[in-house]
């Protein structure tokens, strides 16, 4: 999991050292960590702010597209199980393990096809929100 170390910067002569601390951690737990601590000196506030909210922006992107597919997912679930249980013709996805009927959206697993939808409608909501 991607995550984003927050924390009082200015001000703190020991920063450095705690975020280095926390990403230890978070690493060692097998996590991808955003570290702001890690900035070189001398960029101004505004670089600073810039950079990290790029960061948070990030992650922010990341948690939604995976609620945006959980909730079609959870939907589509119990609906997909109920259409195929019982059927000769039922497929399990080789990539995410659901089941789904083969003569569905030809051949293609409509989870996976979910995800990449929620993937493409947050890209395309950040596209707009540059512009």
Do not use: S
């Not at 990290?52 to 909730?71: G, I, Q, R, S």
């Not at 249980?85 to 089941?99: A, R, Y």
Request: charged share 30%; net charge negative; glycine share 6%.
């Amino acid at each position: 999991m991607k995550v984003y170390i927050d924390g009082k910067i200015t001000g703190d002569r020991r920063y450095r050292a705690k975020f280095r601390e926390a990403a230890k951690t978070l690493e060692e737990a097998g996590h991808v960590v955003l570290n702001p601590a890690t900035l070189p000196d001398g960029l101004d506030d505004a670089d600073y702010m810039r950079i990290c909210m790029a960061m948070a922006d990030e992650l922010a992107t990341a948690m939604y597209a995976k609620e945006v597919y959980l909730t079609w997912v959870l939907n589509l679930q119990g609906y997909m199980v109920q259409l195929a249980t019982g059927e000769h013709d039922t497929v399990k996805c080789q990539e995410c393990g659901h089941v789904f009927r083969a003569g569905w959206m030809e051949g293609r697993c409509p989870y996976c096809e979910a995800q990449q939808a929620a993937t493409r409608y947050v890209e395309n909501m950040r596209e707009e929100a540059r512009e």
